[in-house]
């Protein structure tokens, strides 16, 4: 038997803010679910806990607003996701630097979400050095 990863849970101080930012920064699939949202990206998905929800289980300590590091795939080389990241106007904290990933060898680069978690786009196009 081999278990495959669902979903991950983020928290956020104000759904607008980080809504506008994972559609339009990430390009998710903004998914209405009951009081909160989900984030979709295919057939992946964080499930988004914010102000006014309660979720159950309540875990004795969830992660605080910033408190996330997420890598997601580029599709295409780095230099393109550095681009996509300035036109948008996302700090680029750090990279593009080589990192190992779910497939290997990649280039990444690093910035924030609106609440500070530390997100992170690697591409495999790059290939190995």
Avoid at 10 to 23: K, L, Q, T
Avoid at 30 to 46: D, H, K, N, T
């Amino acid at each position: 038997m081999r278990v495959k990863l669902d979903h991950c849970v983020i928290h956020v101080s104000n759904w607008e803010r980080s809504n506008a930012f994972y559609r339009d920064v990430l390009e998710a699939e903004i998914v209405p679910a009951g009081s909160r949202w989900a984030y979709r990206f295919g057939g992946e998905q964080l499930n988004v806990h914010g102000p006014g929800v309660e979720s159950q289980p309540v875990a004795k300590r969830p992660v605080p607003p910033g408190g996330s590091d997420l890598c997601f795939e580029w599709p295409g080389p780095i230099r393109d996701a550095e681009a996509h990241l300035k036109r948008r106007g996302v700090e680029i904290e750090l990279g593009p630097t080589r990192r190992t990933g779910a497939k290997g060898a990649g280039a990444s680069v690093y910035f924030r979400d609106p609440d500070g978690s530390l997100l992170e786009f690697i591409s495999y196009a790059d290939g190995p050095d």
